[in-house]
């Protein structure tokens, strides 16, 4: 089975705090993703990464910063949290598709922030 | 970009079968159709996922009909433990890396009661 796991889930920081958002995932998967839901929106991307060290922005990058030093490991950081970013994190995971094929994306239960 | 679209609520009761469909009118010839369902305070789970036709396995039937501009997602005869959110999806091909960047809309709130 594979499992995703993700460092906390609840979080409560103050405005202006550094937040770090940990994920980690045992299948060997090339690809990690994290995104932010909120009530009425559904999920957005916010980064994402294909390799080790590589990250490439989604849907909704500004406030965030990613890191992926190891390949089962990928960080979200919040540089300075701000009360907007309140909010359920969702980190992911999926093996690189193979020809013809899609990707299924792996979940981990979330976190959810709140910064006040 | 292919969009998806889909009812935002829907009703059932314990017992029937659920139909919910999504249009993705812009879909492209290599993407797939994916379905996810997520409970409360947990993250999407996979359901089902298909091409062309349909496509069954032990929780769910997915059909897509020719033009694929369209997909429904079957459950048969759902229970209470069904009630959840149910995300349709469209792969989208990225620039670059040689994977597919999958968009979640809204989603359908399905309500089954007893």
């Known amino acids: 089975d594979v499992k995703v796991t993700q460092s906390s889930r609840y979080l409560v920081k103050r405005t202006g705090e550094k937040v770090f958002l940990e994920c980690v995932q045992d299948m060997d998967h090339e690809n990690m993703f994290w995104y932010r839901q909120d009530p009425g929106l559904g999920l957005r991307l916010i980064y994402f990464?294909?390799?080790?060290?590589?990250?490439e922005k989604g849907d909704i990058p500004e406030g965030y910063s990613v890191s992926r030093e190891k390949k089962e490991r990928f960080s979200l950081i919040l540089e300075s949290a701000s009360t907007n970013q309140t909010s359920m994190y969702l980190c992911?995971?999926?093996?690189?598709?193979?020809?013809?094929?899609?990707?299924?994306?792996?979940f981990g239960p979330g976190t959810r922030l709140l910064v006040l | 970009l292919a969009k998806t679209t889909q009812p935002i609520s829907m009703d059932s009761y314990e017992g029937q079968e659920v139909n919910i469909t999504c249009s993705h009118n812009?879909?492209?010839?290599?993407?797939?159709i994916t379905w996810y369902q997520q409970f409360p305070s947990q993250g999407p789970r996979f359901i089902i996922q298909g091409y062309k036709t349909k496509v069954t396995n032990e929780v769910a039937s997915l059909f897509i009909p020719a033009d694929r501009k369209s997909s429904t997602l079957s459950l048969p005869r759902v229970s209470l433990s069904d009630t959840a959110v149910y995300y349709c999806?469209?792969?989208?091909?990225?620039?670059?890396?040689?994977?597919?960047?999958?968009?979640f809309g809204a989603g359908t709130r399905l309500a089954v009661h007893p």
């Open positions: 992911a995971s999926s093996p690189s598709p193979g020809r013809g094929d899609q990707e299924t994306q792996y």
């Open positions: 999806l469209v792969g989208v091909s990225a620039a670059s890396g040689g994977y597919n960047k999958l968009i």
């Open positions: 812009n879909i492209a010839t290599n993407d797939y």
């Open positions: 990464s294909y390799d080790v060290k590589m990250k």
